[in-house]
């Protein structure tokens, strides 16, 4: 073990003392003084000294502050980085005793480590740069593609808004997008054991799981702000089962950028930035309880009888160095037009808790301007809904429900020869 200088005295708080030999040879009254160079003098500044806390800490433990967490972590000076975890108050305790049992003559030893351990003196970690960081360069290759299709019936279109989304959760995880939540949360659809939720956790590379939170409460101001500034995922599990109230909350924090509040053990408020994302399961078939907040889920439905493909082995080095080039290098978009966030909203509609049957109707007919004609019967309408909706109930597509609609959209009846139409147009590309 290295020489403790402060086991024989020679420094008590930053300051250095020499002890004196007996045997030393005092200086001849005839021998003329020397003078010492001021260059050779040597002296302890206050920057200098080290406190006893600190040499003892600093020859034992290895801490840093997790930007995540918040909390300080730890480590043995002779182990690995992989052994950090929590300084929690048992630990801290621990680590005095061990102070203690070591420098036994040292006052006030016990309140020196902990000024140590919650000062700036430990470094910053961050753990989302150290793991990007790292990343090798791209290969060129698609990994995303292949990493996203093992999702039974992930289609062309669904595959171009999950990779929008996944690099928006890297561009926010990298801080890259500073004024806006990522508000949008891919929704898989499935029935129970299809492996939906093992899924969501795959999302993560295994050294970031401990950032991954399968539950939200939505009830609690603190849990809730911790969730979303010391996460990097949070899985909705069952989002179908949160009441009304709820939804409202989760759509608030969905559009939040930075959180307010203390952190554990924290005795004042401060600004922190968001870093989670979101993602949602469910075994209903029809989830989406508000038709205009339909806009912020990716409905995924995997087809009955088949599994998400989670045995083959995951590349993340090469996946997300992948996502890491395209937001990074190539300055790939991110965030969805206007127009996607519309088609988002037509293909959410087979998944509405009630069919909204005149914002459906609405999509594909308008009312005739000045001059033009329209005549469609409600057989016609209904016959263009289940093409468009095939998704949706017939008894939600009947005559009587299709009139009702019409009529609260004010469109008049007119005759014709096919017997009771309305004055309506088919939209146009």
Known sequence: MKHNPF??????SGELTTASSNNAEMPSAQAPA??????????????????????????????RRNVLSGMVEYKKSDE???????????????????????????????????????????????????????????????????????IPGMNEE???????????????????DEEHGNETVPLLIGNQGCGKSTFCLRL???????????????????DKEMALSGSLLI?????????????????QALSKVKVNGRRIYGKTIDERKRYASFI??????????????????????????????????????????????EVREEKMRYWFTNEE????????????????????????????MQGERGSITSLEIRKTLQTEYPHIAISNLSSEKIGMALREMKVKKTRSSKGVAYSLLRRTA
């Open 341 to 368: 966030t519309l088609r988002i909203q037509e293909l959410n509609i087979p998944y509405q808790e009630s069919v909204d049957l005149e914002a459906m109707i609405d999509s594909f007919y308008r009312k005739p």
């Open 34 to 63: 020397q003078e010492v160079p001021a260059e050779e003098t040597t002296s302890v500044t206050t920057e200098d000294a080290q406190l006893p806390a600190e040499y003892f800490l600093e020859q034992h433990y290895n801490f």
């Open 235 to 251: 899985c909705l599990d069952e989002i179908d089962q949160y009441k009304a109230g709820q939804m409202a909350e989760l759509k």
């Open 280 to 325: 949602a399961t469910t075994n209903n078939r029809h989830p989406l309880k508000d038709m205009t907040g339909s806009r912020r889920y990716l409905t995924i439905e995997i087809p009955d009888g088949k599994l998400i493909d989670n045995q083959q082995e995951i590349d993340y080095e090469k996946l997300y160095a992948q996502l890491l080039h």
């Open 158 to 176: 669904r595959l171009a808004f999950m990779k929008t989304w996944i690099r928006s959760v890297t561009a926010h995880w990298l801080g890259i």
């Open 204 to 222: 993560l590379p295994p050294s970031l799981r401990q950032y991954y939170l399968d539950h939200f409460n939505l009830a609690n101001k603190f």
């Open 80 to 150: 690995p980085d992989e052994k950090y975890a929590r300084l929690t108050s048992e630990a801290l305790n621990t680590i005095y005793i061990m102070g203690m049992r070591e420098m036994p003559d040292v006052s006030e030893l016990k309140a020196d480590i902990k000024t140590y351990v919650e000062s700036s003196i430990p470094p910053v970690y961050d753990p989302i740069r150290q793991w990007f960081d790292n990343l090798p360069q791209w290969d060129g290759k698609d990994h995303l593609t292949d990493f996203l299709n093992r």
């Open 7 to 12: 086991d024989q005295g020679e420094i008590r």
